[in-house]
């Protein structure tokens, strides 16, 4: 799949996701106290070397951006709503892309897989920064924390054994089913409908 293919793809999702994820967050805070939820940032980070790149990955639907190539820290984006007292058997439901660039092209990204995990969400004392942790073949943990990648974080990118801990997601063939986007779509129609066009 050629880069062009790739982005065009990519725009369509974001498109599509835009409607779920205003029908979502109207859903999810008009449902839910602040008492017992609050919105956390998400943000990603893979340790998968200098030649992988996510670019795409969703936290229950809602967009996480992207992680650039050689890991470190993908952007921070608003929001998922997460508990304010963690609760054993706390999950999220991930999904995320993996592109590399080969030898060969260097500069043209290619599809390696799409995964889908049900991912544990580690126990946390306070809420802070919703953190994505990507590793290779599919692996992934999610963190709660307050400091980013290095230092303080709960994760430390300089211990092989991090990876021990984390889920293994499953191969998808692609992020959302033809199901899911038409559920979205009915949603995002009824809430137009109920509540008009935000533009």
């Known amino acids: 799949m050629n880069f062009f293919r790739i982005a065009l793809r990519r725009w369509r ?33 893979h340790h998968m070397g200098e030649k992988f790149y996510i670019s795409d990955f969703f936290v229950n639907g809602y967009s996480g951006s992207k992680v650039g190539r050689g890991g470190g820290g993908g952007s921070l984006v ?37 995964y889908r995990a049900e991912v544990p969400v580690e126990k946390y004392d306070e809420t802070g920064n919703f953190w994505v942790h990507f590793y290779p073949n599919g692996r992934i ?11 303080h974080h709960p994760i430390l990118n300089d211990n092989p054994d991090e990876v021990l801990r ?8 692609t992020l959302f089913t033809d199901e899911e986007v038409e559920a979205a779509t009915r949603k995002e129609e009824k809430r137009r409908k109920n509540h ?3 533009r």
């Open 141 to 151: 943990r999610i963190v709660v924390s307050n400091n980013g990648p290095g230092g």
């Open 166 to 173: 984390a889920t293994v997601g499953v191969k998808i063939n």
């Open 78 to 114: 608003c929001c998922v709503a997460i508990p304010k007292k963690w609760r054993p058997g706390l999950t999220a439901d991930v999904r995320w892309e993996v592109l590399y660039f080969s030898d060969d092209e260097p500069g043209v990204p290619k599809l390696e897989a799409m």
């Open 13 to 45: 999702l974001l498109l599509l996701l835009l409607a779920v994820v205003s029908i979502g967050g109207y859903a999810a805070y008009t449902s839910i106290t602040k008492e017992e939820f609050m919105p956390d940032s998400i943000g990603g980070v």
């Open 196 to 198: 008009g066009d935000w």
